[in-house]
């Protein structure tokens, strides 16, 4: 944005909004660098059974260790990749890794059977071919598709509805699953609940952050639990990082939990190595708070 003198005329110069421009450049170039150059790396975070306290899926997320900066974190390169459309390729990539990654898993545990999400940007949704992409990574991958889960935010929902449904439709017609991501965040009715081939809602962060154990401050996320209840979705709580929360979502008939208090994201050999313990273990062994 052009700053303002104090007459009112824009500055001909300002020194750091064409410092921030240059950045944004570079870091452009260095994200299409790493998109096509295998830069990118994908990590894992377990979700578990809230009842049963079993692993029962992944959620994977996108890395991206840069040489100087460190790791990038994905709420800063995602919206990058989508202004620029390196998001079809960075997302393909994410996908096919999370297959083939899937279906070793699979291999190694046939009777874990982990569910797999995969977060799925609104740009490439908005693709033709999108479904035949995903047809594509399961064909290659030979992952079954009733192992994929494809997470998406209500927004992506709002947008281009009909041809969003016909992508939707050619999923659920393949037997992938759909999951609603960030759910109670986005500002629209619930009407696309009814339109839209939906299997999962994943409780934002932000409402598991305030459950405190009293009546009325959960009545929120009880609310969205009774929710999927009465529409027969899965309910997954995000960002469950203390005992109290556990033992909150558990009351209100959460059916899932993810967060820091299970595991943050790793790398793919620590599930590997999680599935390994849980094979042999009584599940109420897992940390189940
Ligand atoms: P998300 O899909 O809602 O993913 C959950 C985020 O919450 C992840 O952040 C995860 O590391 C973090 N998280 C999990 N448990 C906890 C917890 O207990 N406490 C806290 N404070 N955070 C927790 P991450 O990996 O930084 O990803 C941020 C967002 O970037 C994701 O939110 C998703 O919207 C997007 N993203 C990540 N990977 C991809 C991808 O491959 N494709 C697309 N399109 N978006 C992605
Ligand atoms: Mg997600
Ligand atoms: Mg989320
Ligand atoms: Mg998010």
Redesign the pocket.
């Given at each position: 944005q052009a700053k303002e003198r104090q007459d009112g005329e824009p500055a001909l110069y300002d020194p750091s909004m064409h410092s921030s421009l240059v950045e944004r450049l570079a870091l452009e170039a260095e994200l299409r660098k790493a998109v096509t150059d295998q830069g990118l790396q994908v990590h894992y975070?377990p979700t578990y059974g809230i009842h049963d306290g079993e692993l029962a899926g992944v959620?994977?997320?996108?890395r991206w260790p840069h040489p100087e900066r460190g790791m990038i974190?994905?709420?800063v390169f995602?919206p990058l990749a989508e202004q620029t459309g390196l998001?079809h390729e960075?997302?393909r990539f994410?996908l096919r890794e999370a297959c083939f990654q899937g279906r070793e898993w699979a291999t190694l545990s046939p009777s874990t059977a982990l569910s797999i999400g995969?977060?799925?940007?609104g740009k490439?949704l908005q693709r033709r071919d999108f479904a035949g992409e995903v047809s594509q990574a399961l064909a290659d991958s030979g992952l079954s598709a009733e192992h994929l889960v494809l997470?998406m935010t209500e927004s992506v929902l709002m947008n281009d509805t009909e041809s969003t449904l016909r992508t939707l439709e050619a999923l659920k017609a393949m037997g992938v699953r759909i999951a609603i991501?960030?759910f109670g965040t986005g500002y629209s009715s619930l009407s696309y609940l009814h339109r839209f081939p939906v299997d999962i809602l994943?409780i934002d962060?932000s409402f598991v952050e305030r459950l405190s154990g009293t009546d009325a401050e959960d009545s929120l996320v009880q609310s969205i639990v009774q929710l999927g209840q009465t529409l027969q979705l899965e309910t997954i709580a995000?960002?469950?990082?203390e005992p109290g929360q556990l033992l909150a979502l558990r009351r209100l008939g959460c059916t899932m939990a993810?967060?820091?208090?299970f595991g943050?994201?790793g790398p793919a050999d620590v599930v590997s190595r999680l599935m390994v313990e849980s094979a042999g273990q009584p599940a109420a062994a897992v940390p189940a708070g």
């Open positions: 975070q959620e994977a997320l996108v974190p994905p709420d995602i998001i960075l997302g994410v995969v977060n799925v940007s490439q997470e991501d960030d994943k962060r995000e960002g469950i990082e993810q967060g820091y208090h943050r994201p």
